[in-house]
């Protein structure tokens, strides 16, 4: 499994911006996708995951109520739309897949790794 991010790059506070991972590969049918960051200096951390079967989501308290995670299926690509970006939101942003059960905010739960897309939000 392969997996693709892009969309990263420079946005005000108050903007908008959405990233996009493909997977590409042998998928199973059920499986999940996260979004995951890492600021310089920071652990990283978890962002937003979304279940491939139920659709069921899961956030991040610090941006529950801003960001978005969503999927098409038929691409195989889960989306993060980023509303209301804040400068703490800037850090290289991971997309993670997971094999099996349900998401989850544990990233060692996670097999399949992307390279990361920066964003950094601009004041």
């Known amino acids: 499994v392969q997996l693709q991010a892009s969309g990263g790059g420079l946005v005000q506070v108050g903007g908008s911006l959405r990233l996009s991972c493909a997977a590409s590969g042998r998928t199973s049918t059920s499986y999940a996708m996260a979004w995951f960051r890492q600021a310089p200096g920071k652990e990283r951390e978890f962002v937003a995951g979304?279940?491939?079967?139920?659709?069921?989501?899961l956030y991040a308290d610090s941006v529950k109520g801003r960001f978005i995670i969503s999927r098409d299926n038929d691409k195989k690509t889960v989306y993060l739309q980023m509303n209301s970006p804040s400068p703490e939101d800037t850090a290289l942003y991971y997309c993670?897949?997971?094999?099996?059960?349900?998401?989850?905010?544990?990233?060692?739960?996670?097999?399949?790794w992307g390279r990361g897309t920066q964003v950094t939000v601009s004041s």
């Open positions: 993670a897949l997971k094999i099996t059960g349900w998401v989850t905010e544990e990233a060692s739960r996670y097999s399949y």
């Open positions: 979304i279940d491939w079967r139920s659709d069921s989501t």
